[in-house]
């Protein structure tokens, strides 16, 4: 997925754009897979155990989905214009 967003930041003309800030996160974003088991190959090996049940991927993907959104939102405005990924 990143050599594919990477070719179409690079041909898109918008001025003031930081392919490598817009890379990390649209990565960041596509990464959200917590809530169910198909959403991340991990989640499915983990699944195949027989040890988890999918209420409980739901009941902790929930929680950690909205922990992860907040703290995008966090970076988005602090972290990442101060390091030069992306611009105000």
């Known amino acids: 997925m990143i050599p594919i967003i990477i070719s179409v930041l690079a041909v898109v003309d918008t001025p003031g754009i930081n392919v490598v800030g817009m890379t990390t996160l649209l990565q960041l974003v596509v990464s959200f897979g917590f809530i169910l088991p198909v959403n991340a190959p991990q989640n499915m090996i ?11 991927f739901i009941r902790t993907g929930l929680v950690i989905t909205l922990v992860a959104a907040v703290l995008l939102v966090i970076f988005s405005l602090t972290y990442w214009p101060w390091m030069g990924y992306m611009t105000r």
Do not use: E, R, V
């Not at 983990?46 to 409980?56: C, E, S, V």
């Open 46 to 56: 983990a699944y195949g155990t027989d040890t988890f049940d999918a209420k409980d």
